[in-house]
T-cell receptor, first 119, second 113 residues
Framework: GAGVSQSPSNKVTEKGKDVELRCDPI?????LYWYRQSLGQGLEFLIY????????KSGLPSDRFSAERTGGSVSTLTIQRTQQEDSAVYLC?????????????????FGPGTRLTVL | GDSVTQMEGPVTLSEEAFLTINCTYT??????LFWYVQYPGEGLQLLLK?????DKGSNKGFEATYRKETTSFHLEKGSVQVSDSAVYFC????????????FGKGTTLSVSS
């Protein structure tokens, strides 16, 4: 596809359940990012994947959150034992992230997000 | 640490009014600066960017100039339209391709006819 896609667009779950959110980045983009957008916190970085390197997990709020990226393309964000404070819009973005090509102007392109509601 | 501060909203304007949304940053080194926009019901879109001091980013009538001396990247538009109603986010990225964006809290703009 032309842009970053995410699924599902909306997810309602009960407290304590696990959820999986999916992101398909733009073809050819080596970098993939997950962010969270919530009313109280604004837009927060969660995790970043670059090629085959170990992911930067510095933004994950707790060990209930994890993510993987298979084959350098699709990524899944998993939240275990969901809590009400996990309710937010989860955004995925991708970029070329190749200094030889994009350098300082590397631009991140965002997907439409998944709205997660934990009851 | 690195951070972005932007003016609190909401900003309410009449059509054809002049718009300024202030954004200042704190960062080590020389970051790249961005404005993203989120229209109602849509995803986050890049509006404009600047990668070095004194660069001016522009798009759709919006402009922002990278001011190193004042660590600012204020967004301006000379004449807003109803269709500009959206949430605007200022962001920075430490200058290394592939690093995460650091966002401001967002400013809601509402333009009435």
């Amino acid at each position: 596809g032309a842009g970053v896609s995410q699924s599902p667009s909306n997810k309602v779950t009960e407290k304590g359940k696990d959820v999986e959110l999916r992101c398909d980045p733009i073809s050819g983009h080596t970098a993939l990012y997950w962010y969270r957008q919530s009313l109280g916190q604004g837009l927060e970085f969660l995790i970043y994947f670059q090629g085959n390197s170990a992911p930067d997990k510095s933004g994950l709020p707790s060990d209930r959150f994890s993510a993987e990226r298979t084959g350098g393309s699709v990524s899944t964000l998993t939240i275990q034992r969901t809590q009400q404070e996990d309710s937010a819009v989860y955004l995925c973005a991708s970029s070329l992230a190749d200094l030889r090509v994009s350098g300082r102007s590397d631009t991140q392109y965002f997907g439409p997000g998944t709205r997660l509601t934990v009851l | 640490g690195d951070s972005v501060t932007q003016m609190e909203g909401p900003v309410t304007l009449s059509e054809e009014a002049f718009l300024t949304i202030n954004c200042t940053y704190t960062a080590t080194g020389y970051p790249s600066l961005f404005w993203y926009v989120q229209y109602p019901g849509e995803g986050l879109q890049l509006l404009l960017k600047a990668t070095k001091a004194d660069d001016k980013g522009s798009n759709k009538g919006f402009e922002a100039t990278y001011r190193k001396e004042t660590t600012s990247f204020h967004l301006e538009k000379g004449s807003v339209q109803v269709s500009d109603s959206a949430v605007y986010f200022c962001a920075l990225r430490v200058n290394q391709a592939g690093t995460a964006l650091i966002f401001g809290k967002g400013t809601t703009l509402s333009v009435s006819s």
